[in-house]
């Protein structure tokens, strides 16, 4: 697409990697750009054509305040979020890159599951939509095909021993060290913080970290599966799933661009991931897509995401943060969607307790998801959406800070 355009011309003219960077940035730019003007000018006119299809939300009754009056809102808006995403990324991205690839594949698969159960919950009058071990079993699918991309593919690499020689203009003169295939990944708040998933059957003997699959498999589909529910217990007022999820996307860029560039990698000392800088250009179409879709999704909202943009985003975030070598950064940076899958957990595994051991059960929380437990407290749920992002907000600082306290 115009991204080959991009490239004739790095080439045609032997940019430096300063000049390629700037090409990146424009581009990342112009990806963000497009996909603010898709959601917010197109997203309208999806919108009108949801209502037109009777697309409307069925809500149930739980209570809580105003909860009757969102009864018919249009849902199914995820399309909105997947269609701001997707054509600037065809658009403005290297479509080869493995890492991208990787992307595209992950927002269609999420959002077909989530279009399946929204589609089944409008047009087939069931509220329970697809059966939760359908959408478990399309999570663990992409979880294993991401994990065995991850491991298996030749281009997904790290640079082994990166000491580069850098200019004082900030150009690359010399690199040194190879590319090899690593399952090494960045632990939080320690200062030799790489570990590497092979230690964990290390004890085996030598030879035994071939089999390092074995284990980072497995913590894939895991981590997939986890952030994916996670996104899609937290769609449940207005504004508070695409906010919250801009939030924890922009940081994810910030670690794409670091940890994809080599100056910067060099100079905060981290591990430095070739090819991953292409997914800013994703990263920003991404977040562009969900605050053109906030415009929409806030208090009163206009449109709901459904399970085909709540399933997405949690796979999207997901399958970005192991791609960058960050997944276990996910319980504070999604701390939102930590809180509130927790919350369900606990709820549930105390009522179940208690109504075995007294013959009642008996709740910690009014409601669960969390959100519905300060509605029940009385809260409008502006006030809720806006503290939740405030929270976000301070997450995503504390995550970014780990770059240089270790």
Known sequence: MLTYLFEYLEKQYQLPGASLFQFSTFRA????????????????????????????ETIRDLGL????????????????????????????????????????FTTLWMGVIGFIDDYIKVFKKNKEGLKGRFKVIGQVVLGLLVGAVLYFHPEVTMRDHNKT?????????????????STMTT???????????????????????????LIFIPIIILIVTAVSNGANLTDGIDGLAAGTSAIIVFTLGVFALVSGNIIFSEYLDIMYIPRVGELLIFITAFVGALVGFLWYNTYPAQVFMGDTGSLTIGGVIAVIA????????????????????????TQVAYFKYTKKKFGEG?????????????????????????????????????????????
């Open 187 to 213: 632990v939080p708040f320690f200062k030799n913080n790489e570990f590497d998933y092979g230690s964990f059957i290390s004890w085996m003997g030598e030879g035994a970290k071939e089999y390092a699959w």
């Open 362 to 406: 008996r709740r910690i929380f009014l409601m669960s998801p969390l959100h519905h437990h300060y509605q029940k407290k009385g809260y409008h749920e502006s006030k809720i959406v806006t503290r939740f992002w405030i929270v976000g907000i301070m997450l995503a600082v504390v995550t970014i800070v780990t770059l240089k306290v270790r």
């Open 322 to 345: 192991i791609i960058v070598r960050k997944e276990l950064l996910i319980p504070v940076l999604c701390g939102i969607f930590f809180a509130e899958s927790l919350s369900v957990m």
């Open 165 to 181: 020689i850098i200019t004082e203009q900030f150009t690359v003169e010399e690199v040194r060290g190879e590319e090899i295939k």
């Open 65 to 104: 305040e105003g909860q009757k009056q969102k009864a018919g809102t249009p849902t199914m808006g995820g399309v909105i979020i997947i269609l701001a995403t997707l054509i600037p990324v065809l658009l403005f991205a290297r479509l080869e890159n493995i890492y991208i690839i990787l992307l595209i």
């Open 29 to 56: 730019g112009m990806a963000i750009l497009l996909s603010l003007i898709i959601a917010t000018a197109y997203g309208k006119k999806i919108i009108l054509f949801l209502q037109n299809q009777q697309v409307g």
